[in-house]
């Protein structure tokens, strides 16, 4: 397991942007299967978390990214007040307005809104997005990505655990066979949005 630097963030967007070009959410985001846009976007996703220094993972086997995962950790107070952090992420967001058609940036910022609406308040980590390398599908990459991250916040002593949404409903199943409890559920257009939950675990 290693960590991403931006230095792999292209590989990494254009696996991202292959992973989930045919997804609900971006299918409904785009409208169409864009892989050009979902990869700018995913892009955009990764920047904005490294400039927040959030937690970006990725497993490698010679040199090859099979796989990675964004995830929030619980902010202090420190990041959220930096002024210089909001800065820099109102100009990438400015960016990421002119790079994007204006419906599908309406979009995006709509499902922001309404995915964070429904985040305890309590501590807690979120998972932004998970993607395998689809030539290494099957073989327990997106696994242990999750085992990665979960040993991270079951370690954590200031969490209750992590959150995570998905527009797609045959994933949960997966989920849930890793401690993840579905907690709600919400129409977004056609789509919808469930988020699922999983409490932090006793470490011995």
């Known amino acids: 397991m290693v960590k991403i630097s931006r230095h ?23 409208d169409s299967h864009s892989k050009a846009d979902i990869t700018k976007f995913f892009h955009f996703v990764l920047t904005y978390q490294q400039i927040k220094k959030q937690l970006i993972i990725g ?14 950790k619980p902010q202090t107070t420190k990041t959220i007040k930096s002024v210089l952090i909001q800065i820099k992420l109102f100009l990438l967001i400015l ?12 979009k995006i910022n709509y499902y922001m809104k309404m995915i964070s609406a429904q985040r305890p ?24 990505l999750l085992d990665a ?25 997966f989920y849930r066979s ?15 949005i469930y988020t699922m939950f999983r409490n932090k675990k006793p470490v011995s």
């Open 8 to 30: 792999d963030f292209k590989a990494s967007s254009t696996l991202l942007g292959t992973a989930f070009s045919n997804d609900p959410l971006f299918t409904y985001l785009f």
């Open 59 to 72: 497993k490698k086997e010679n040199d090859l990214l099979q796989g990675l995962a964004c995830v929030e």
């Open 95 to 106: 960016q990421l307005a002119f790079q994007v058609k204006w419906r599908a940036f309406k």
């Open 121 to 144: 308040a309590e501590r807690h980590y979120y998972l932004v997005c998970i993607g395998v390398n689809h030539k290494e599908q099957g073989k327990g990459v997106g696994k242990c």
């Open 149 to 173: 991250i979960h040993e991270i916040v079951d370690h954590d002593p200031l969490t209750t655990g992590i959150g995570l949404d998905t527009e797609n409903e045959d994933n949960i199943a």
């Open 178 to 192: 890793f401690g993840y409890q579905l907690v709600s559920e919400d129409r977004l257009g056609e789509i919808m």
